[in-house]
């Protein structure tokens, strides 16, 4: 039978794992779901995923594709998948596309929330998905910050120096932040994002908003170019990917 | 020095230990947090917690009291005992109280909520927090349904066996149900509860909401005080200890 591509949309809880990529000596997201492929089907399977993101890093809507061979129905691979997986991952979509869909390289756009909780103890509830920082945080300051990242930039101030890609330039779509009683959101869409970008911006617009910086400095820190300035690397744990958008996204749909 | 007595107000994700009460070879709640005070004050400790939560059961307002004769300040207690606890137990509070409180004999009333997820899919990130049910309730029938059990009335056949209590009255307070897209909550608060009593009218609301019984069945079960008739036990993970409350309050606040 003819080679199928299939494409997964998954959530995962990241706190158990060593980030999305496969590592020697470590369990990852991508390893978890592509032996469970394995398991499944009985063939070796090459998992690609859109973000790899790090360690402690969480997702609502991560994409992956794969091709196989084998005759699974679309429908029953999602709820065998789910069966296999430990909890803290979960297949929520799995369609057949077209055999050149590549969910790397077809990514139009990337969608993340950084969730801070601001309150003077942890939220046992949602410890795992925000970053507990006690001290109110002024969210219109980093608002007014964050809206100014959006257009086309070098963002090279805000990647780490782990980011070996040639080029630091990326289109901000959107970047905002609100504010929920002891709760702060920030969500930024972005054609790509260098290593470690959202975490460096969201560790700028808490310095931001404690009011030790100015909201000016934003500005300054982004046209400056210069890795040394920004705010420090906020936690993992807070980071959460919601999205991936596709330029196929209104051809699958239709 | 003289005695203190100390209440709390503890939070906890119940998910990784044994229930709240000390066991032998298990790990608890309780066990937790004494020994963070016995490491703290080099004192032992009995700690009386309100609630006897079962394994797997959560609690945003837990309270417990503990006679000590250490000069701790105590807002101190409350940082200081969180910086030993896992990350999965937090106390929120910290009060010195009357000598002759006690955080069991002196509840007026125990507030409970029970969440149910509907979805296809797992939600990753409330899974610890829910009992994943997919498949449409009917919120409207189970709220009729819960609305009946307001009042004083003998609660039997909502009781485990394992309960020997000598009297099943109870009074309930407040029993409602409230639908939010995907999401089912029960709430219910009562001057006491029997062992198990909320999963099991939790079980027989589902019943009712997905339409294998009528609303009028809850009143005939209840009535029968038959423990053979409700439904069966609904998963622990779903629950969660909401609030304590006690004819003490209104004196401690002022």
Chains 1, 2 share one sequence.
Not at 16 to 30: F, I, K, L, M, P
Not at 131 to 143: D, K, S
Not at 234 to 250: F, H, K, T, V
Request: net charge positive; glycine share 6%; hydrophobic share 35%.
């Amino acid at each position: 039978m003819s080679t199928r591509n299939i494409k997964l949309t998954i959530q995962y809880d990241g706190t158990a794992y060593h980030g999305w990529q496969s590592q020697r000596n470590a369990d990852t997201v991508q390893q978890q779901i592509s032996e469970s492929i394995e398991r499944l089907t009985t063939r070796p399977v090459r998992l690609f995923g859109s973000s790899r993101t790090d360690a402690g890093v969480h997702a609502l809507g991560q994409v992956a594709h794969f091709h196989i061979d084998c005759p699974v129905p679309t429908e029953n691979f999602r709820k065998a998948l789910n069966k296999i997986l430990p909890d803290d991952i979960v297949i929520t979509d799995v369609t057949e596309v077209a055999p050149d869909f590549d969910a790397i390289k077809d990514t139009r756009s990337k969608r993340y929330r950084y969730t801070i909780c601001t309150a003077k103890v942890p939220p046992v509830m949602q410890v795992r998905f925000c970053w507990h920082r006690p001290g109110t945080l002024n969210a219109e300051a980093m608002q007014t910050a964050a809206a100014c990242l959006i257009g086309r930039h070098d963002f090279k101030s805000f990647a780490s120096a782990a980011d070996k890609r040639q080029s630091s330039v990326r289109t901000i779509l959107g970047s905002s932040v609100q504010g929920e009683g002891p709760w702060i959101y920030y969500e930024v869409e972005a054609d790509g994002f260098l290593y470690n970008m959202v975490r460096n911006i969201v560790g700028t617009l808490v310095e931001i908003g404690r009011g030790r910086w100015r909201v000016e400095r934003m500005q300054k820190i982004l046209a400056a170019r210069d890795r040394t300035l920004a705010g420090s690397l906020a936690p993992a744990c807070g980071l959460c990917l919601l999205e991936i958008r596709y330029d196929s996204d209104d051809r699958i749909e239709e």
